[in-house]
């Protein structure tokens, strides 16, 4: 019997875990990617002998990845090469204060201490978010839960206060910890997800689990390099990759899709993945009404952010590998992105030196940094212009000469920015959305779309816009879920 045909839109982490897991289940599998490469926002950038990571450059929860591997019983370790990282942050306070973050409890206490909290407080937050992380994984991300019927049927109703409801993480954050030191570092562990720990539910302090029990890792030469060795495995188990194939239509009959059509040729297919966003694949590739796209409106973007990389002539030995220079006012960073969609005066900024760990990936004696404040998503309506964004560029740089990083502005001899515009045209994100949907109590309560389609049962999704949501090990789940669901659909 002939294996049924699925066709995969977009070759992002989500895209090629699905197509992986769907291939390791017998289905015949091509990706169609309209980039000259694979990876989506897992991305690169080479110069003068420096080497950006674009996108993600921390990866949790490793073992989620490596089971695309064992699946096809082969170790991830013959394919990339990961290891932990001490500290997993640095973070800096305008104050001046600096804090670092360990797994190590003893480490951990005394980091406490330099800003005068009581390390039994944060040993009892990391047990709060112990809990709520066991309780989350055990269903909405194994088991990949999409609606509340499957979740009054996995949980019961009785679990349901487990789940800290009636905080938001900042509530919960707040109930253990009271430093705002402190405070603003477990706070802003919602980064992983580009929303505002204000605005999120208290269940996302899971968060912090995920990087102190499973540990924060890196991937020498490069997190690209998880794209390298994913490229291996798709070619050893035959999953056929269109690099440069834009699709631009996915055609229907009735309530079923029947293929799609990629640089101007039709694909047939039994089932499409697609790891374009939902509204833009609703909206772009199905044409569908706009009674029908007013149905998809809670499932805001996460936030955008300014890409900026800086290739150095000098080193500054106080930064670790990864850093948070913190806003004076978080509350008001949070509140200026998240509620009132302005660029932040003051932002609270991401900045990764990976050439702390890596000699590889900057001449020697040099640093090569990855710049990134959260900022709004595009609001199409009232478009900012690069003139803005390069406003708050020069801010960003103000506060990091401020904050220690002296003279910086003269040791660059090499500068790539990205903004949101950019971001979007690159990956075709919902308004240049970096994390998929926004994880917002009152929008959302932190669900995002459900990975089959309402619509056309054929059609499924991956990636950051679906349950779970954004980040590379959840979109990676999120892929080997889909290939679940798949598989239970068609075999009923
Ligand atoms: C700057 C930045 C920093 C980040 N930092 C981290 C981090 O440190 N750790 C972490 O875990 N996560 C991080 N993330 C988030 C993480 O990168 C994403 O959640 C994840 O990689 C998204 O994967 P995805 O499967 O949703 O798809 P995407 O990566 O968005 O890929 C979608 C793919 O589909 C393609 N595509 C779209 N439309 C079409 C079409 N019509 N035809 C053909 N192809 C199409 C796109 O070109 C793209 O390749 C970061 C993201 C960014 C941008």
Not at 99 to 116: F, I, S
Not at 195 to 224: E, K
Request: proline share 5%.
């Amino acid at each position: 019997m002939r294996s049924k045909q699925v066709i995969v839109i977009g070759a992002g982490l989500g895209g090629l875990s699905a197509a992986i897991s769907l291939a390791q289940r017998g289905y015949s599998v091509a990706i169609h990617e309209k980039n000259a490469k694979i990876g989506g926002k897992l991305n690169v950038l080479k110069e003068g002998g420096y080497t950006f990571d674009l996108g993600p450059s921390i990866l949790t929860l490793p073992h989620i990845l490596g089971r695309l591997f064992e699946r096809s019983g082969k170790h991830m370790s013959d394919y990339i090469p990961i290891r932990p990282l001490r500290p997993h942050w640095r973070n800096f306070f305008e104050d001046g204060k600096v804090v670092d973050l360990y797994p190590e409890a003893d480490l951990m206490a005394a980091e406490a201490r330099k800003v005068g909290e009581d390390p039994a407080r944060v040993v009892r937050f990391l047990k709060y978010s112990a809990d709520l992380f066991d309780l989350v994984n055990a269903g909405y991300f194994e088991q990949g839960l999409d609606t509340a019927k499957d979740f009054r049927r996995f949980y019961g109703l009785a679990n349901f206060l487990r789940f800290d409801l009636f905080r938001s993480m900042h509530g919960g954050v707040k109930r253990f910890l009271k430093t705002p030191h402190m405070q603003d570092i477990f706070d802003y562990f919602i980064k992983y997800v580009g929303s505002s720990a204000y605005h999120a539910p208290a269940f996302m302090n899971c968060m912090a689990t995920i990087q102190f029990r499973y540990d924060l890792w890196y991937v020498d030469g490069g997190l690209y390099n998880i794209a390298l060795g994913l490229q291996r495995l798709l070619d050893e188990i035959g999953v056929v990759v269109h690099l440069h194939s834009e699709v631009t239509e996915v055609r229907k009959q009735g309530a079923r899709v029947t293929g799609l059509v990629a640089n101007g040729e039709f694909h047939p297919a039994d089932i499409i993945v697609s790891n374009m966003e939902v509204i833009p694949a609703y909206e772009k590739l199905l044409l569908e009404d706009d009674a029908f796209m007013r149905g998809l409106d809670r499932f805001e973007p996460s936030c955008s952010g300014l890409v900026l990389e800086l290739g150095l002539d000098c080193q500054y030995p106080q930064l670790a590998h990864h850093n948070f220079i913190f806003s004076r006012h978080q509350r008001e960073h949070f509140h200026t992105v998240f509620r009132k969609r302005q660029l932040p005066p003051d932002p609270t900024i991401y900045l990764v030196a990976a050439s702390k760990t890596d000699p590889t990936v900057a001449p020697p004696g040099c640093d090569c940094l990855k710049i990134l404040p959260h900022i709004p998503y595009i609001d199409d309506a009232h478009p900012l212009s690069r003139d803005d964004y390069m406003a708050l560029k020069e801010r960003v740089l103000d506060k990091l000469e401020r904050m220690g990083l002296k003279d910086l502005r003269r040791h660059v001899v090499f500068e790539h920015c990205w903004t949101p515009q950019d971001i979007r045209e690159q990956y075709y994100s919902n308004k240049g959305s970096i994390y998929g949907v926004v994880s917002d109590r009152f929008k959302n309560l932190a669900f995002k779309a459900p990975k089959q389609s309402t619509k056309y049962p054929n059609l499924f999704f991956v990636g950051g816009s679906v349950n779970p949501g954004g980040g590379m090990p959840m979109v990676v789940l999120c892929g080997q879920n889909v290939a679940n669901n798949v598989v239970a659909w068609d075999q009923c």
